[in-house]
């Protein structure tokens, strides 16, 4: 047959999840020919551009049992994949190999160098040890299984054939990105964008973009969905862990909305303040200091020119002293502070880490293997997947953990 070349395994994307893939394969069986095919000219671009080019390699969570609760969507893959190898074994892994990683103060973990060449390197110099074939530049068209081996068409009309055969071909972006293995049978779960943040750009608050607030409680109105943490006001809206996180957690019933919705926001929540303790000490305040200044009184420790807009929302003039402030004013400062609703309109997608949820079904893929329950011998690994986690490392920990699984289980087996 024209144009075909044989190998033990095929590896169908050169990411993070299938460059980990082969090389840990190769390492565990080093007679077997291993190749990875990838449609770009480049390997692990995406490695390259994560985490503002330094690479949030994993999350510094040495909890087995609470690993999977920051995985939205496959947290039941992950219980069992971390299982095979955690963010220990990532950090050992790398480690091993002359890398280490540092963990900054929200968790964090990044390899002390600050940039992700470094992980790129190392990588690429454990797959040429360990001689994995590289096909660039080849898209998969096609795959089919016959006689117990995979033949998979290339863009290129190559055939590659081989015994087993790992998908780690990322997230999709639309549902057509992997028709290709629809024939296989196996069922997709319709993308949706995850990570990004909240656009409100006519709203009086984008005026003070740059600024933080470290500890804000975000509810999206209508929903369950609650989260505490800094927030950070850009030009176009809202961004910051607590918006990101919410974005992962709602991303199908924000996608379902278009993304118009509501917020509500606690910009005291850090320190304790509610809308009953607030009016308390409003209250108090007038008795006890009815001559103070609210613009002067450094309340709340917010910055000053986030406490000037709330007062001038409220309609509280500059020069307005505890004693003359009315109910009226008080009651809408309070909520303000503690229950401000923004209207949302549209997203922006957060440019540091990015992710899509949707991809293949996790239930039709043994968990113990990563291996499929439709087409024995076909492996799964990472983004492909119908799993992902919210920002911090815990993407490239899903790459990881579900790579070295699916190459452990292939190399468990036998060749035929
Ligand atoms: C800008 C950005 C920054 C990020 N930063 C971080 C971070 O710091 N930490 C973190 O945990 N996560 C981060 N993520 C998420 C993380 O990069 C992904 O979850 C991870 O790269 C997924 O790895 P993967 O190998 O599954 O998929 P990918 O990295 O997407 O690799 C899949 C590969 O398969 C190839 N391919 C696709 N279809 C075919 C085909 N038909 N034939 C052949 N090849 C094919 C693609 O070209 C691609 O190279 C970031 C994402 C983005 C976009």
Known sequence: ??????????????????IFTAINLARLQPNWKVVVIEKTGKLLSKVKVSGGGR???????????????????????????????????????FNERGVEL???????????????????????????????????QTAVESIKKNNHLFLIQSDKGELIQ????????????????????APMGHSLISPSPSLFTFNAPNHDLVKLMGISVPAVRVKIQGTKLVENGP?????????GPAILRLSAWGARWLQEKKYQFT????WLEGQGWNSTNLAAHFDSQRLLQPAKQLLTSSLFQLSKRLWAYFLSAAEIDEACRFGNLT???????????????????GKTTFKEEFVTAGGVDCSQVELGSMESKIVPGLFFAGEVLDVDGITGGFNFQHAWSSGYLAAKSMADKPLH
């Open 231 to 239: 927030v950070l006001i850009t030009h176009w809206g809202l961004s």
């Open 263 to 266: 917020i509500h926001l606690n």
């Open 1 to 18: 047959m024209a144009n075909l070349s044989q190998y033990d395994v095929a590896v169908i994307g050169g990411g993070a999840a299938g």
């Open 102 to 136: 540092k963990t900054e103060d929200d968790g964090r973990m990044f390899p002390i160098t600050d940039t992700s060449q470094t992980i790129i390197d190392v990588l690429l110099r454990e797959a040429t040890r360990y001689q994995v074939a590289f096909k660039l």
């Open 162 to 181: 081989s015994t087993y055969c790992c998908v780690a071909s990322g997230g999709m972006l639309n549902e057509r990105a992997l028709q290709w293995l």
């Open 55 to 93: 690479c949030n390699v994993t999350h510094a969570c040495f909890d087995k049992k609470l690993f999977p609760s920051y995985y939205p969507r496959g947290a039941s893959l992950v219980k069992k994949t971390v299982h095979h190898f955690f963010t220990t074994d990532t950090i050992q892994w």
């Open 327 to 345: 109910a009226k004013q008080k009651n809408k400062l309070i909520k303000l502070l503690t229950d401000q609703e923004i209207v949302v309109s």
